[in-house]
């Protein structure tokens, strides 16, 4: 009575055995949901490119404390005559949505480690989500526009 994800393809070739795709639940749900109340359908984003800090030393010259997690905001996307957004190249985004980014940019999320794009995925295009960024050595709680 559970669903774990909808199987989309299949290839079939010689030399190619149990090869598959499938879409998970959570996106199943997102479409349908999204579709029934006239949302935009297109993946949503941050509009930023990030960096891992898996380097202990990089860390510490963000001021980063040991315990500390997150990825460095190297450049935000902005469209042609778009305001400046609350993101800003230099902070070190530690949260999104009530989820803590490691240092790879993973969250932990349904008891599993995935990549941060899958919080954003929950979400729409428009929507405003939670952020938890570092900037100049203070921790500030955002709301950011995807």
């Known amino acids: 009575g559970k669903m774990l994800a909808v199987a989309h393809q299949k290839v079939v070739a ?9 879409v998970p639940p959570c996106l199943i749900w997102r479409f349908l949901w999204g579709q029934a109340h006239d949302r935009r359908l297109s993946m949503p ?3 930023a490119f990030l ?12 001021g980063l404390g040991a315990d500390d997690q997150g990825v460095l905001i190297r450049q935000v996307h902005q469209q042609p005559g778009e305001g400046e ?5 230099g902070d070190v985004l530690m949260g999104v949505s009530g989820h803590d980014v490691d240092n790879f940019g993973t969250v ?17 295009i ?3 989500v939670p952020i ?9 709680e955002l ?3 995807l």
């Open 132 to 140: 938890t960024v570092q900037r100049d050595g203070q921790v500030q």
């Open 14 to 22: 010689i030399g190619v055995e149990n090869q598959g795709q499938a």
């Open 126 to 128: 428009g929507d405003t």
């Open 51 to 62: 960096q891992h800090l898996e380097s202990e030393a990089h860390r510490q010259s963000l």
């Open 85 to 89: 957004g609350v993101l800003c190249s």
């Open 108 to 124: 932990r999320m349904l008891g599993h480690r995935v990549a941060l794009s899958a919080v954003q995925d929950l979400s729409y």
């Open 143 to 145: 709301q950011a526009l």
């Open 45 to 47: 984003s941050l509009g």
